[in-house]
């Protein structure tokens, strides 16, 4: 016996064993064929329903017996995946045609199990025999099922386009197919056109074939991703559900939900409304039904009173399978291979497929009518001259004989012969030469037709027609789901998911930030923010969730937060710091922070900036970003590398205020905000003030009235002083300004602070050895421009300042009122 081991490294034996594994999937599993749109399982199940008879016209049989047929005689895998396949087939909300009828449970939308096989009664639906038609006839090509006592075939005739009406989903070794199904009507009268018309582009066939037609109905967004699919092969759309809303007592309105998105799982879906409901993600929910029923599907969102219906139903849309994205992806095995498939490709194979299941019927008939044609000319002879037939046949010895006798004397074929010593004695005396001859010429003319279709491929195409037009009629029926051209941009309105509530909000200098109930403010000191000390709040204002807040900082970057997203903490907790999301730099500050209802008001935030630059920006320019939430934006660009945004303010367009300005060698300079041009937020602005060699801006402010405006000046040697802007007039923009405080020679004054007083306001001051000085400005006697104050501070004992907070009083409501 030779030696039969084969030595192979392991990747050959891997390499070779998976090629052919990954064959078999790919070809004998999970991708339908292009001719008749079925998978082997599933056609192997229908071809043993028929052979067993189990067909629409008769009754119906239990599950198990067809499965077991089909496991024993062709398919030998699991019942399981055979009862799976079979029970598919016999789903209306996955195929736009079934081609099985089940008696008992066989599923449903919300992904209950069918009953077991055992339970379940099925048979082949009355569409399915169109499938099988013919198949008789030596249509199609047949093949020895897996233990040789049996043929199967290789494909159905299929007398519709069963791949793109019911389409296909699968996935194989490399390979997976996604098929939507298609309206039956519109697929042939394409294929009608393209039978015309074969050098048809893709816009007129899409003239006939609009899109997919799902079971489930639906509404399809997106016509050019269906062409895409259709000339590609790939493609993707949306699909949502068929909503309306209905108006209830007393001011209520329900969503009702009448079509599903298509293999929506409709349990899951409604699970995930309620739990949104529950999670109070959207504010307007009172309750999810599912109400469906034997009339039909119906999912109610009951809202409460003065909800927003359509703001709810948009957000459903984004979050929820009430609408979802379908991919094409039309893979199918074409040539034995598996393709990529375009509509015109697969119309194209599909009347290649029934051209050829139409010769070879017609040349089996033909060959059947011409068989029985012979059959009937030599009756027709034998009745001619039946008495020396009969004597021939009664002085024979044998039935062989007789056969032999009638070809030599009278020239009968052996054929011929055949029929005339098999004929019955009782058929001698009703043969009717006029039946026989009738039965000829019938004979002669159906030959005629089917030589005319082998002849002329335009004949055969029109009995195509014929046939296909038929099955039109028949099965036909309208458009269950709708296609619109564009897909709909989902915008979800912040009132939807955000409750309207009041809460505090609070910005500090060093970066803190969050929102409290007012439950939680009332509950403590208002001064219990939970701030260190040497931090101080820049912003504290009571504000709505669906408010929006800016932070400005001393580098010129600005935060954007809607309130509803900043982090909600105990009005005594510190909250979160920008840097936790924001990446801003360690000594980076906010210097202002603003709170708008509505950021499509008017208006422009001011920033000026110590190296002497002021601009406008208006708050259109300053729009959140996609990436707000990890960015900041940018305010103002800061040409020196040590320069820092000094102040911010926001006014309405074409403010009449002025701008005063004072440096830290105490030059001040007030002129028209008009004169500051409204730019970019990406730009440097325009010079404010012109420094001396290293002098720099410490602050500048914004005056309604210069009249009755005053500002308090603090220097680093501990000097306040009070002073009216009318001492400084408005002069332009640019210049050196106006000396506010006196030089002196020795040890002269440099200013550290400056901002507005009035008679509510009080100072917090921090010196360079961290002691905070508190500051009460109406204690100071208002000075002139070339006075330097009054000592307020000891620097030796209380340190050097460096930092002026000022905030203004103002009686908040009590808890009571």
């Given at each position: 016996m030779a030696n039969q081991i084969q030595e192979m490294t392991l990747e050959e034996v891997m390499g070779e064993r998976f090629g052919r594994y990954s064959k078999y999937i790919i070809q004998e599993r999970a991708l339908p064929d292009v001719r008749d749109g079925l998978k082997p399982v599933q056609r192997r199940i229908l071809f043993a329903m028929n052979e067993d008879g189990n067909t629409f016209d008769k009754g119906f049989r239990k599950s198990a017996k067809s499965v077991g047929n089909v496991m024993g005689n062709y398919h030998p895998h699991g019942d399981s995946s055979i009862y799976e396949a079979m029970v598919r087939l016999s789903q209306d909300w996955k195929l736009r045609a079934p081609l099985i009828e089940m008696h008992g449970n066989n599923g449903s939308m919300d992904g209950d199990p069918p009953a077991a096989m055992?339970?379940?009664?099925?048979?082949?639906?009355?569409?399915?025999?169109?499938?099988?038609?013919?198949?008789?006839?030596?249509?199609?090509?047949?093949?020895?099922?897996f233990d040789d006592t049996a043929q199967e075939p290789t494909v159905l005739p299929a007398a519709f386009p069963n791949l793109l009406v019911n389409g296909a989903t699968g996935i194989s070794s490399g390979y997976a197919?996604?098929?939507p199904p298609h309206n039956l009507r519109e697929v042939i009268n394409a294929i009608l056109y393209l039978l015309k018309h074969p050098d048809a582009d893709l816009d007129a066939l899409m003239n006939f074939v609009q899109g997919p037609d799902f079971p489930t109905g639906g509404i399809i967004q997106g016509l050019a991703g269906i062409k895409q699919a259709y000339q590609t092969g790939r493609g993707k759309i949306v699909v949502r559900s068929r909503t309306h809303?209905?108006?209830?007592?007393?001011?209520?309105?329900?969503?009702?939900?009448?079509?599903?998105?298509?293999?929506?799982?409709?349990?899951?879906?409604?699970?995930?409304?309620?739990?949104?409901?529950?999670?109070?993600?959207?504010d307007g929910i009172a309750e999810v039904r599912d109400e469906s029923d034997r009339f039909g599907l119906s999912v109610v969102i009951e809202l409460k009173k003065d909800a927003n219906a359509e703001g709810i139903q948009t957000y459903l849309f984004k979050n929820t399978d009430l609408q979802v994205t379908y991919n094409f992806n039309m893979v199918a095995i074409a040539d034995m291979k598996p393709k990529q498939l375009g509509l015109k490709p697969m119309l194209e194979a599909y009347i290649k497929h029934r051209q050829q299941v139409v010769t070879r019927r017609t040349q089996y008939d033909l060959a059947k009518a011409q068989a029985r044609e012979h059959i009937v000319q030599g009756l027709i002879k034998m009745i001619s001259i039946l008495d020396q037939v009969i004597k021939t046949i009664r002085g024979s010895k044998d039935k062989a004989d007789a056969k032999k006798n009638l070809v030599a004397e009278y020239d009968f074929s052996t054929a011929q012969a055949e029929a005339i010593v098999s004929l019955q004695l009782y058929r001698l005396t009703n043969t009717d030469i006029t039946a026989l001859e009738a039965e000829a010429a019938q004979l002669a003319k159906a030959i005629a037709g089917y030589q005319a279709i082998l002849g002329d491929p335009k004949t055969r195409d029109q009995v195509i027609e014929?046939?296909?037009?038929?099955?039109?009629?028949?099965?036909?029926?309208?458009?269950?789901?709708?296609?619109?051209?564009?897909?709909?941009?989902?915008?979800?309105?912040?009132?939807?998911?955000?409750?309207?509530?009041?809460v505090m909000v609070l910005v500090s200098r060093d970066g803190y930030m969050k929102r409290s109930s007012l439950r939680s403010y009332q509950a403590v000191d208002a001064s219990d923010n939970g701030l260190k000390e040497k931090d101080f709040p820049i912003f504290d204002q009571e504000m709505g969730t669906l408010q929006h807040l800016y932070i400005i900082t001393n580098h010129g970057n600005v935060i954007y937060r809607p309130v509803?997203?900043?982090?909600?903490?105990?009005?005594?907790?510190?909250?979160?710091?920008?840097?936790?999301t924001v990446g801003i730099d360690a000594d980076e500050q906010v210097i202002a922070a603003f709170g708008f209802d509505d950021l499509t008001q008017a208006g422009n935030f001011v920033l000026g900036s110590s190296d002497g630059y002021i601009k406008?920006?208006?708050?259109?320019?300053?729009?959140?970003?996609?990436?707000?939430?990890?960015?900041?934006?940018?305010?103002?660009?800061?040409?020196a590398k040590d320069a820092?945004?000094?102040?911010?303010?926001?006014?309405?367009?074409?403010?009449?205020?002025?701008?005063?300005?004072?440096?830290?060698?105490?030059?001040?300079?007030?002129?028209?905000?008009?004169?500051?041009?409204?730019?970019?937020?990406?730009a440097t602005g325009v010079k404010s003030i012109d420094l001396k060699d290293q002098d720099f801006v410490v602050n500048f402010i914004l005056a309604d009235d210069p009249e009755s405006t005053e500002v308090g000046i603090l220097t680093q040697r501990g000097a306040f002083k009070k002073m009216k802007l009318k001492e400084m007039?408005?002069?332009?923009?640019?210049?050196?300004?106006?000396?506010?405080?006196?030089?002196?020679?020795k040890a002269p004054h440099r200013i550290v602070a400056m901002n507005v007083v009035d008679d509510n306001t009080t100072l917090t001051v921090l010196t360079d050895n961290d002691t905070l000085v508190p500051l009460d400005p109406n204690a100071s006697p208002d000075g002139d421009r070339y006075s330097n104050g009054s000592f307020v501070i000891d620097t030796e004992t209380q340190g050097v300042p460096t930092y002026v907070h000022a905030e203004t009083i103002i009686d908040l409501p009590s808890a009571e009122n």
């Open positions: 055992r339970y379940t009664e099925a048979r082949l639906s009355k569409i399915s025999a169109e499938m099988l038609k013919d198949i008789d006839k030596d249509t199609v090509d047949m093949v020895l099922n197919t996604d098929i809303v209905e108006d209830l007592r007393g001011g209520k309105q329900q969503i009702v939900v009448s079509e599903l998105p298509y293999e929506v799982n409709k349990a899951d879906l409604v699970k995930k409304i309620d739990e949104i409901r529950v999670a109070k993600k959207v014929t046939e296909l037009a038929a099955i039109a009629k028949t099965y036909g029926d309208d458009r269950k789901s709708t296609i619109q051209n564009e897909i709909e941009a989902l915008e979800v309105d912040t009132t939807v998911t955000v409750a309207d509530e009041r509803h997203e900043i982090t909600d903490a105990r009005w005594k907790d510190a909250g979160e710091h920008l840097s936790q406008q920006t208006a708050l259109a320019d300053m729009q959140p970003q996609r990436n707000y939430k990890s960015r900041p934006m940018v305010g103002m660009k800061l040409k820092v945004v000094t102040n911010a303010y926001f006014v309405e367009p074409e403010s009449k205020q002025t701008v005063f300005a004072v440096t830290n060698q105490a030059y001040g300079l007030q002129f028209a905000l008009s004169e500051v041009s409204v730019i970019g937020a990406r007039g408005v002069a332009t923009r640019a210049r050196r300004g106006l000396m506010v405080l006196r030089e002196l020679k």
